[in-house]
């Protein structure tokens, strides 16, 4: 029984909670309801700063969650997961949370984990509720996430890049210690005179 409880309670850490909101209709629907955002314009199209982050939908076999998972290549980043519990047969209540992956790493992908974790979320919690409460979905919301994860994320994107560009000039530096070899070329000797002079002589087209 210890072990078990441990094993709730192991669970229960590594759900970060988003709150939770009731809503009049009964569990079965309202979960039928959530399995459609698996075809839900509004979540189609990750913000532009998680372009390169694969995002994944499926319905729980419990029958009372849908899940969205993140990853970016090799990395696992994470779950964000809706569930749907009745509050007896006319109402249920949702839960939207945030689940760890299985990768706890640092680095880039920590960052993004982090911002799907506290940035992004609010997305998922206003495409649930827009959806059980048959609304339009809040485009501010939308917005908000994109100005969020751009700050959080912009320099992130280029991190890479620079960090591979001052790889390659290490590794040319100690192939060419003293820069790379050209061979001397008379012909290509700049002319003597100033920057302003023609590099011809017309002195003699003056008399």
């Known amino acids: 029984m210890k072990f078990r409880l441990a094993i709730v309670g192991a669970a229960a850490l590594l759900l970060s909670s988003c709150g939770s909101e009731e809503y009049p209709m009964p569990a079965t629907q309202a979960t039928s309801m959530l399995a459609s955002l698996g075809y839900s314009p509004v979540l189609a199209t990750m913000p532009a700063a998680l372009g390169k982050v694969q995002v994944g939908f499926e319905t729980m076999p419990d029958g ?14 994470g779950l964000i997961v ?73 320099p992130t994107m280029f991190s890479g890049v620079d960090s591979s560009l001052d790889a390659e000039v290490e590794r040319r530096r100690e192939r060419e210690p003293n820069g790379p070899h050209r061979p001397f070329d008379g012909s290509r000797k700049s002319s003597p005179q100033g920057p302003t002079q023609p590099s011809t002589d017309l002195s003699r087209f003056n008399n």
């Open 64 to 77: 009372q969650s849908v899940q969205w998972s993140f990853r970016q290549g090799r990395h696992d980043l």
């Open 82 to 154: 809706a569930t749907v519990t009745p509050n007896g047969e006319t109402a249920s209540t949702v839960k939207v949370a945030y689940a760890e992956g299985s990768d706890h790493g640092g680095g880039t992908a920590g960052r993004i984990r982090q911002q799907i974790k506290i940035n992004l979320r609010p997305l998922f919690v206003e495409a649930v509720d827009s959806t059980l409460e048959g609304r339009p979905f809040d485009e501010a919301v939308r917005a908000n996430v994109e100005a969020a994860l751009g700050e959080g994320l912009g």
